[in-house]
């Protein structure tokens, strides 16, 4: 695979306090599906338009399939945009819409009608070819936007928040046709989104950031399972966070002091011993212990709060050494009264020293 | 009595409008309409129906005269407008930065629209006058020798003040057109591949015309009406229809003929009124 | 006692108290000169009528305002080729002018006049008169005009005034030939529209109010024009701009204004008092203090004037008088004329 787009020291300073994009280098395969992911104002939006051409750097510079293309307006990239509000032409019918970015490519009347029909059939639309956008729903528009983005055949489709305007249960449909749609065209995807489960679901690689810069990029599962940083295993999915001190190594295992108890951690690379840290773990990765069980890293507390979510439970549990935590349980098939647990009874919870995250530093989210 | 109480406040709402616009519309009209049909015979005018005062403003070609230069100079009058106004909604809209600069020069356009009619039209004299700023100005620059009789008391000098008066009706509807045009709109047809003009001749500006409509309407309509510039900047070739009408019901004591001419001049103003909603509202809903 | 009939009641109590007020009120419709306070308001306090004067811009204004608001007027003073509209148009009713002192004073000339009576009555009183001169701007000639010709003359293209007034057509005839400017035929008209088109490219504006002339003279843009004599001449003097007024050997049409009583005016003891007040030498002085125009009465303006005012304002002058050619109404030949000269505008 080769790099279509090369992100170079890339900054976008405003004025000297006022930060949109700082130093960021990134390279995108040919044919990724690439998420950049974060908190609006962590400057994803902003990495996005420069690479679309519609905010110029400050520093650095982007290559688009090895050619620079820094300093190029946004009608000489050979990138196409899906806008966060569609950006749909209110006075042309869905088909001009759609030709509309083919009248520069000097093609024949007929070739693009063939075009536009392509397009639309794609996202299985062609039958609204004469309405107004005005007259169509928000799942409509949105795949008109994308089909009037890849009609052109760009190197490189960007998604601004294309799902946001969405419905909960329409966003979900879109994310897998949207998936779909890059498997079948075979175009460059990236996505800019806030939306942690979008991300999951559909990108090959996440590249998180947090003002302005990159905090972690990876593939899902990686990212998921090993955060490198407190910012990003709280921005993808729930973790459970408490103060600690490191340990004494032995192997891959490390020991860490946490309020009330020491745990175990399975670290590629240990903090040396006494050093302040963080210690993480997901709710869905701890273990709730039967009252006779015993189990490595064990914790223990009363039950604060207990929340039902259908799927499963999630327990609030405030430990002996005055911090919370949640644990998170798939609920058996028959659900009995008894099982429930009560608020206020003790409870003993466990975690795999694989499922523990340190960090150095105490910096809780 | 009690119904009555009920539906009293109800009664209000609809019977005022209903009622200005019996009293301060339709009867106004309806009396011109029947004026119009009058027949003059000194010393005044007789009740009649006939057509002979349309039929004289159709066949007497002083009335086709005046009405076309009415026609001309209305028509300049907007297209001047227009291009003064166009881009100078688009910088206040797209270019300015500054928010205050922005407001000031909106300002600026708007504020003369507070102070009178006469006074404004009056600058002008003292601007385009033989021993006016404009001839001095040229004069100080040595591109003229003597003053030039050409800038005020002619058809131009109308234009220009009409101009200057009604240019902030075309500035703000038009601003208020562009304002709504969603940026992302010209981004997208710079990420579809058009140049900035491309983008401004297919985007923005079938986008504002519903605005560039109303503008014409109105800088149109009110110089199309008007009888104070060429009374005050017009020369021997100024007359419009307006000053006719006025004539009509003043010195020649022709009401009947007043009339009609100004019930031919209410159906042409309602006509281009009626187009430019039309335009409008097609623009408005985007519909074909 | 219902609130309605107190209402009624009490907007009956308020229309009649007015209607007491407007006893010693008069309403005149008049020249602005003609009512000033110089002479009006020693009027007011020797004789407990108070005036409210409403003023025109010109003699087209008459007959709208009474047509519009029947009853608000009391006095008028149209021009003589307005008087017999009003008469025509049954606005104004007779005089008794046996109640007024001092009417024969009044220049015989202008007692015969058509258009101030009507089946032997008279409708009108003469009040004060003057040429429609010609005027001219003494810096930009070094030999006086002295005929029309001047204002048709290509050496003064840019630099001509004329009152857009259909006087333009008489003035034209005039300039013609067609001395008989208020019998004029169709030819003659037609032959005067067509000498008023050939000028009219040389025309810089046509004037409409006193005030017009005044600033044309002053901003530098004419230095040529008819006037009403004795009234812009004065005003731009006043202004330290040197004209001069002449009437040139094709003649100046001259013109009388009169005072005229509204029909069945309710105010006819003050009317009449205003009447013999205007007649007198408080008014006749007063006019042509004011103004610059000539009295009508020359009793009063010999009695009131100083030698040189008299002998200014051609009160002892009977050829002056004769040579001017008084305008006459034209009865239903006013359209014809009018038409003519909205033609000309219109082109």
């Given at each position: 695979?080769?790099?279509?787009?090369?992100?170079?020291?890339?900054?976008?300073?405003?004025?000297?306090?006022?930060?949109?994009?700082?130093?960021?280098?990134?390279?995108?395969?040919?044919?990724?599906?690439?998420?950049?992911?974060?908190?609006?104002?962590?400057?994803?939006?902003?990495?996005?338009?420069?690479?679309?051409?519609?905010?110029?750097?400050?520093?650095?510079?982007?290559?688009?399939?090895?050619?620079?293309?820094?300093?190029?307006?946004?009608?000489?990239?050979?990138?196409?945009?899906?806008?966060?509000?569609?950006?749909?032409?209110?006075?042309?019918?869905?088909?001009?819409?759609?030709?509309?970015?083919?009248?520069?490519?000097?093609?024949?009347?007929?070739?693009?009608?063939?075009?536009?029909?392509?397009?639309?059939?794609?996202?299985?639309?062609?039958?609204?070819?004469?309405?107004?956008?005005?007259?169509?729903?928000?799942?409509?528009?949105?795949?008109?936007?994308?089909?009037?983005?890849?009609?052109?055949?760009?190197?490189?489709?960007?998604?601004?928040?294309?799902?946001?305007?969405?419905?909960?249960?329409?966003?979900?449909?879109?994310?897998?046709?949207?998936?779909?749609?890059?498997?079948?065209?075979?175009?460059?995807?990236?996505?800019?989104t806030h939306d942690q489960t979008e991300a999951l679901v559909m990108?090959?690689?996440?590249?998180?950031?947090?003002?302005?810069?990159?905090?972690?990029?990876?593939?899902?599962?990686?990212?998921?399972d090993h955060p490198a940083s407190p910012y990003v295993a709280n921005?993808?999915?729930?973790?459970?966070?408490?103060?600690?001190?490191?340990?004494?190594?032995?192997?891959?295992?490390?020991?860490?002091?946490?309020?009330?108890?020491?745990?175990?951690?399975?670290?590629?690379?240990?903090?040396?011993?006494?050093?302040?840290?963080?210690?993480?773990?997901?709710?869905?990765?701890?273990?709730?212990?039967?009252?006779?069980?015993?189990?490595?890293?064990?914790?223990?507390?009363?039950?604060?709060?207990?929340?039902?979510?259908?799927?499963?439970?999630?327990?609030?549990?405030?430990?002996?050494?005055?911090?919370?935590?949640?644990?998170?349980?798939?609920?058996?098939?028959?659900?009995?009264?008894?099982?429930?647990?009560?608020?206020?009874?003790?409870?003993?919870?466990?975690?795999?020293?694989?499922?523990?995250?340190?960090?150095?530093?105490?910096?809780?989210? | 009595?009690?119904?009555?109480?009920?539906?009293?406040?109800?009664?209000?709402?609809?019977?005022?409008?209903?009622?200005?616009?019996?009293?301060?519309?339709?009867?106004?009209?309806?009396?011109?309409?029947?004026?119009?049909?009058?027949?003059?015979?000194?010393?005044?005018?007789?009740?009649?129906?006939?057509?002979?005062?349309?039929?004289?403003?159709?066949?007497?070609?002083?009335?086709?005269?005046?009405?076309?230069?009415?026609?001309?100079?209305?028509?300049?009058?907007?297209?001047?407008?227009?291009?003064?106004?166009?881009?100078?909604?688009?910088?206040?809209?797209?270019?300015?930065?500054?928010?205050?600069?922005?407001?000031?020069?909106?300002?600026?356009?708007?504020?003369?629209?507070?102070?009178?009619?006469?006074?404004?039209?009056?600058?002008?004299?003292?601007?385009?006058?033989?021993e006016g700023v404009l001839n001095s100005f040229l004069m100080w620059?040595?591109?003229?020798?003597?003053?030039?009789?050409?800038?005020?008391?002619?058809?131009?000098?109308?234009?220009?003040?009409?101009?200057?008066?009604?240019?902030?009706?075309?500035?703000?509807?038009?601003?208020?057109?562009?304002?709504?045009?969603?940026?992302?709109?010209?981004?997208?047809?710079?990420?579809?591949?058009?140049?900035?003009?491309?983008?401004?001749?297919?985007?923005?500006?079938?986008?504002?015309?519903?605005?560039?409509?109303?503008?014409?309407?109105?800088?149109?309509?009110?110089?199309?009406?008007?009888?104070?510039?060429?009374?005050?900047?017009?020369?021997?070739?100024?007359?419009?229809?307006?000053?006719?009408?006025?004539?009509?019901?003043?010195?020649?004591?022709?009401?009947?003929?007043?009339?009609?001419?100004?019930?031919?001049?209410?159906?042409?103003?309602?006509?281009?009124?009626?187009?430019?909603?039309?335009?409008?509202?097609?623009?408005?809903?985007?519909?074909? | 006692?219902?609130?309605?009939?107190?209402?009624?009641?009490?907007?009956?109590?308020?229309?009649?108290?007015?209607?007491?007020?407007?006893?010693?009120?008069?309403?005149?419709?008049?020249?602005?000169?003609?009512?000033?306070?110089?002479?009006?308001?020693?009027?007011?306090?020797?004789?407990?009528?108070?005036?409210?004067?409403?003023?025109?811009?010109?003699?087209?204004?008459?007959?709208?305002?009474?047509?519009?608001?029947?009853?608000?007027?009391?006095?008028?003073?149209?021009?003589?080729?307005?008087?017999?509209?009003?008469?025509?148009?049954?606005?104004?009713?007779?005089?008794?002018?046996?109640?007024?002192?001092?009417?024969?004073?009044?220049?015989?000339?202008?007692?015969?006049?058509?258009?101030?009576?009507?089946?032997?009555?008279?409708?009108?009183?003469?009040?004060?008169?003057?040429?429609?001169?010609?005027?001219?701007?003494?810096?930009?000639?070094?030999?006086?005009?002295?005929?029309?010709?001047?204002?048709?003359?290509?050496?003064?293209?840019?630099?001509?005034?004329?009152?857009?007034?259909?006087?333009?057509?008489?003035?034209?005839?005039?300039?013609?030939?067609?001395?008989?400017?208020?019998?004029?035929?169709?030819?003659?008209?037609?032959?005067?529209?067509?000498?008023?088109?050939?000028?009219?490219?040389?025309?810089?504006?046509?004037?409409?109010?006193?005030?017009?002339?005044?600033?044309?003279?002053?901003?530098?843009?004419?230095?040529?024009?008819?006037?009403?004599?004795?009234?812009?001449?004065?005003?731009?003097?006043?202004?330290?701009?040197?004209?001069?007024?002449?009437?040139?050997?094709?003649?100046?049409?001259?013109?009388?204004?009169?005072?005229?009583?509204?029909?069945?005016?309710?105010?006819?003891?003050?009317?009449?008092?205003?009447?013999?007040?205007?007649?007198?030498?408080?008014?006749?002085?007063?006019?042509?203090?004011?103004?610059?125009?000539?009295?009508?009465?020359?009793?009063?303006?010999?009695?009131?004037?100083?030698?040189?005012?008299?002998?200014?304002?051609?009160?002892?002058?009977?050829?002056?008088?004769?040579?001017?050619?008084?305008?006459?109404?034209?009865?239903?030949?006013?359209?014809?004329?009018?038409?003519?000269?909205?033609?000309?505008?219109?082109?």
């Amino acid at each position: 695979m080769a790099a279509i787009i090369e992100l170079e020291n890339l900054s976008k300073h405003y004025s000297p306090t006022i930060i949109g994009v700082d130093d960021v280098s990134l390279t995108v395969e040919d044919g990724e599906f690439v998420t950049l992911l974060g908190p609006s104002g962590c400057g994803k939006s902003t990495l996005l338009r420069m690479i679309g051409g519609f905010e110029a750097p400050t520093h650095g510079s982007i290559r688009l399939a090895g050619k620079d293309v820094t300093w190029d307006p946004p009608y000489k990239r050979e990138v196409n945009m899906v806008f966060q509000d569609y950006a749909l032409f209110p006075h042309m019918s869905v088909g001009e819409n759609v030709g509309y970015g083919l009248k520069t490519l000097r093609l024949s009347k007929g070739e693009i009608a063939t075009r536009v029909k392509d397009a639309l059939s794609l996202v299985g639309l062609y039958d609204k070819v004469n309405q107004r956008p005005q007259q169509l729903s928000g799942g409509q528009r949105q795949r008109i936007a994308l089909a009037r983005a890849i009609v052109r055949r760009p190197k490189v489709l960007l998604l601004d928040e294309p799902l946001s305007a969405l419905d909960a249960k329409l966003r979900e449909q879109m994310q897998i046709e949207l998936k779909h749609l890059h498997e079948k065209v075979g175009i460059t995807f990236i996505m800019v989104t806030h939306d942690q489960t979008e991300a999951l679901v559909m990108s090959d690689r996440v590249v998180v950031m947090e003002s302005g810069r990159i905090a972690q990029e990876g593939r899902p599962q990686d990212l998921y399972d090993h955060p490198a940083s407190p910012y990003v295993a709280n921005f993808i999915g729930t973790t459970n966070f408490l103060p600690g001190t490191s340990g004494a190594t032995q192997g891959r295992l490390t020991h860490v002091e946490a309020p009330g108890t020491t745990l175990r951690a399975e670290l590629d690379a240990a903090p040396p011993p006494g050093r302040e840290i963080t210690i993480g773990f997901r709710p869905e990765k701890v273990r709730v212990l039967a009252e006779t069980e015993s189990a490595e890293n064990t914790l223990s507390g009363r039950v604060a709060e207990v929340i039902y979510y259908g799927l499963g439970l999630r327990v609030a549990v405030e430990l002996e050494g005055g911090a919370r935590v949640f644990a998170d349980s798939l609920l058996p098939d028959r659900l009995a009264q008894s099982v429930l647990p009560q608020i206020g009874q003790s409870m003993r919870l466990a975690v795999a020293p694989h499922n523990v995250f340190v960090f150095e530093g105490r910096v809780a989210p | 009595m009690n119904l009555l109480r009920r539906n009293l406040p109800g009664a209000l709402v609809v019977g005022i409008p209903v009622l200005w616009i019996l009293v301060f519309m339709l009867l106004p009209y309806g009396i011109i309409v029947t004026y119009s049909f009058w027949l003059k015979k000194y010393p005044t005018f007789l009740p009649a129906f006939q057509f002979g005062n349309y039929v004289t403003l159709f066949t007497d070609p002083q009335y086709l005269r005046v009405f076309l230069r009415t026609l001309k100079i209305s028509l300049l009058v907007s297209a001047a407008s227009f291009l003064l106004a166009y881009p100078f909604a688009y910088y206040l809209v797209f270019r300015c930065r500054s928010q205050a600069l922005r407001t000031w020069l909106y300002m600026a356009v708007i504020a003369p629209l507070w102070v009178s009619y006469l006074l404004r039209a009056y600058i002008w004299k003292t601007i385009l006058g033989t021993e006016g700023v404009l001839n001095s100005f040229l004069m100080w620059l040595r591109i003229i020798d003597e003053p030039s009789s050409l800038f005020l008391y002619n058809q131009f000098s109308m234009v220009v003040t009409l101009t200057y008066i009604f240019i902030p009706f075309m500035v703000m509807p038009i601003y208020t057109a562009l304002e709504k045009i969603p940026v992302n709109l010209t981004e997208a047809s710079a990420d579809l591949g058009m140049s900035p003009w491309r983008s401004f001749w297919h985007v923005t500006l079938p986008l504002s015309l519903p605005g560039v409509a109303a503008g014409f309407t109105l800088t149109f309509c009110l110089s199309f009406g008007d009888f104070i510039a060429p009374f005050l900047v017009g020369g021997p070739d100024g007359n419009l229809v307006a000053n006719v009408i006025a004539t009509q019901f003043g010195a020649a004591l022709n009401w009947p003929l007043g009339s009609a001419l100004a019930i031919v001049m209410l159906i042409v103003v309602l006509s281009i009124v009626s187009v430019s909603d039309r335009l409008e509202r097609k623009g408005l809903t985007g519909g074909t | 006692m219902t609130i309605k009939k107190g209402i009624t009641a009490g907007c009956i109590a308020a229309l009649t108290s007015g209607a007491a007020w407007a006893e010693g009120t008069i309403n005149v419709l008049t020249w602005e000169g003609y009512a000033d306070p110089s002479f009006i308001t020693p009027f007011e306090e020797t004789s407990g009528c108070k005036v409210n004067a409403t003023y025109v811009g010109s003699n087209d204004d008459f007959a709208p305002k009474l047509m519009a608001g029947g009853g608000v007027y009391d006095l008028i003073t149209p021009s003589i080729d307005t008087t017999q509209l009003m008469i025509d148009l049954g606005f104004v009713e007779p005089l008794d002018t046996a109640a007024i002192t001092g009417w024969d004073g009044i220049y015989p000339k202008f007692l015969a006049q058509d258009g101030i009576q009507q089946d032997g009555a008279y409708y009108g009183m003469p009040y004060s008169w003057g040429a429609i001169a010609f005027m001219y701007l003494d810096s930009a000639f070094d030999t006086p005009p002295s005929s029309l010709d001047a204002l048709w003359s290509e050496d003064l293209a840019g630099k001509i005034s004329l009152w857009d007034d259909k006087s333009a057509i008489y003035v034209a005839a005039r300039k013609n030939g067609d001395m008989d400017i208020y019998n004029l035929t169709d030819d003659q008209i037609a032959a005067a529209q067509d000498s008023l088109l050939a000028q009219k490219p040389l025309v810089r504006k046509y004037w409409a109010t006193a005030g017009e002339l005044v600033d044309l003279y002053k901003a530098g843009e004419v230095v040529i024009s008819n006037t009403w004599a004795g009234y812009q001449s004065s005003l731009l003097a006043a202004e330290g701009v040197a004209v001069t007024e002449f009437i040139p050997e094709e003649g100046a049409e001259g013109w009388m204004d009169s005072w005229m009583v509204v029909k069945d005016t309710p105010n006819k003891d003050c009317a009449y008092k205003f009447l013999n007040m205007q007649l007198s030498e408080l008014g006749q002085c007063g006019v042509a203090n004011v103004n610059g125009y000539s009295a009508a009465n020359a009793s009063a303006a010999k009695a009131c004037m100083t030698a040189e005012q008299y002998s200014a304002l051609h009160q002892d002058d009977p050829d002056y008088l004769d040579s001017l050619l008084i305008w006459t109404p034209l009865g239903d030949r006013f359209e014809t004329y009018t038409n003519a000269w909205n033609a000309v505008k219109a082109q």
